[in-house]
Structure formats: structure tokens, C-alpha cells
């Protein structure tokens, strides 16, 4: 399978670097087009994939053609080479945020086989998490064809399109929320005496052995912050203040506030 991205930003770049570090697919069957040649041309240095000169270019040359664009350019891009993918009968793959099968069908038609993913940025270092709906021209060796390419970036689930928006927000927008965690607690650490290094690495590190320790265990969430919380101890007096101070209610409105974006982008 040749697989082609249109657009090399973070996202496409980092699905990119995680399927080259993979080994699921040669860099040589990787191609790429971005009209800003600056990230195109680090993408290939950096992982070997092939630059192209044009989006028309592409499509001729790869079999899966994968939309790694902003929502917004969707309508203009496939205006431009829409016909070229209904023509070539490829394997659309999008990645682009409220930009639903529905959409897609009616700027392609009902004859190519048109799959969505919601990627996140952790799939850069092959711990990824991602949903794949396909529509119902995809076939199912299609859409597993798909859900492998994800999964050797982390974890992919085929889920229910009317799903997406609440998926989006839970694993889609949250790494950008816990980055945001773990800045904060790297300030209260670098506040109480501990150089900037060791706080973020002590505070990164908590973070990640316990969401390991969270998917490894069938406990409850609250079974476990009650292991960590001794009675009138010190997690508890910073667990209520947290409760205190809204952070719960914070959360929940976050992934509120994304599924309502999302849904305006899906217009």
C-alpha cells in the first residue's frame, strides 16, 4: 500500500514519524505534499518519506490518500482534486476535526470508499489513541487496513461516527489539557524550591505511571485515589481543595465546550 498525506503539520507529521519509527511501512512508500515547503521538506529529511510536487501528484501515485488538513480547507482542497479521488477510485482518509462522512460523501460523491479518523498527538512516540469510522462503501478489510495503520501508533478503536465529537474531546484535545497539568504542577514544585527540570520530570513522570497503572489495573479510578489518600493526610487535603476549587466541574465543562466546537464545525 503507497500511502500519500495531504498537508504536513503537526498532526500529519506525527502519524508519520509514528509509522516510520513502526516499521509497518517503508518511507519510500510514504509520500507527502504541503504547500508550505518548510515542514514538508524536515518531514522527509527527518523520516525518508518522499516530498511531492502537487496534491495531482500524489493521488496518481498512492493508493491511500489521507486529508491531514484543517477543517476549514477541506471544501476548497476537494473542489481542487475531488474528481482526480472520484476518477482513481482512492481510499480517503480524514483526519480533520468536525468534518464528518456526511460532509465527505457529499463533496466526493457515493462511490469512494471514505474513512474518519480522530488521531491524537501522542501517536508521534507510538502511544496514539484513535477512532476510525468508515462509511459504507469502505470495506471492512479497508477499514482494518486503517485501524492497523493506527494502531502501530498506539491504540486505534472502530467507534460509532455520532461518538466522534465526545471521543474528540476525551482523547483528541485532552493531551493539550494534561500538558496543561503537568505545567502547573512543574510551577507549584519549581515554586516550593525544586529547579524547573526535576518538577516537570517528577510531575510527567506521576502522570504517566498512573495512567499505566490505571489501564493495567480493573480498579475504579476512586479505588485508587483512595490507595493514594491516607486518612487527614496530605493527598486528601489537596484533593479537596482541588474539588474545592472546581477542578471536576472544570474537566466535564472542557469536554462540553469541544463536543459544542465541534459540532459548530460541522456546521
Known amino acids: 500500500m503507497r500511502l500519500g498525506f495531504i498537508g504536513a503539520g503537526h498532526m500529519a507529521s506525527a502519524i508519520v514519524d509514528g509509522i516510520v519509527s513502526s516499521g509497518l511501512i517503508d518511507a519510500s512508500q510514504i509520500c507527502a505534499h504541503d504547500p508550505a515547503h518548510g515542514p514538508l521538506a524536515a518531514l522527509a529529511e527527518r523520516t525518508g518519506i518522499v516530498p511531492m510536487a502537487g496534491n495531482e501528484e500524489l493521488i496518481e501515485a498512492c493508493e491511500t490518500v489521507v486529508l491531514a488538513v484543517k477543517p476549514q480547507v477541506m471544501p476548497s482542497l476537494l473542489e481542487a482534486v475531488g474528481a482526480m479521488i472520484v476518477a482513481r477510485r482512492r481510499l480517503t482518509v480524514s483526519i480533520a476535526a468536525g468534518v464528518t462522512l456526511t460532509h465527505l460523501d457529499g463533496w466526493l460523491g457515493p462511490n469512494v470508499p471514505l474513512v474518519r479518523v480522530m488521531p491524537n498527538l501522542n501517536a508521534s512516540i507510538g502511544q496514539g489513541m484513535a477512532a476510525v469510522a468508515g462509511n459504507s462503501v469502505a470495506t471492512g478489510q479497508q477499514i482494518g487496513g486503517v485501524m492497523q495503520l493506527f494502531a502501530a501508533v498506539g491504540k486505534a478503536i472502530e467507534l460509532d461516527e455520532r461518538l466522534f465529537p465526545a471521543f474528540t474531546a476525551i482523547a483528541g484535545s485532552s493531551p493539550a489539557w494534561v500538558f496543561l497539568f503537568i505545567e502547573a504542577l512543574g510551577r507549584a514544585g519549581l515554586a516550593a524550591g525544586m529547579t524547573k527540570a526535576q518538577a516537570r520530570q517528577a510531575a510527567a513522570q506521576a502522570v504517566l505511571g498512573s495512567a499505566a497503572l490505571l489501564l493495567s489495573s480493573p480498579a475504579h479510578p476512586w479505588e485508587l485515589i483512595d490507595q493514594v489518600s491516607s ?8 484533593l479537596n481543595t482541588l474539588e474545592e ?17 465541534e459540532a459548530e464545525l460541522a456546521g
Open 231 to 238: 486518612p487527614g493526610g496530605t493527598t486528601i487535603a489537596g
Open 245 to 261: 476549587r472546581g477542578f471536576s466541574a472544570a474537566v466535564i465543562a472542557a469536554v462540553e465546550a469541544t463536543i459544542a466546537r
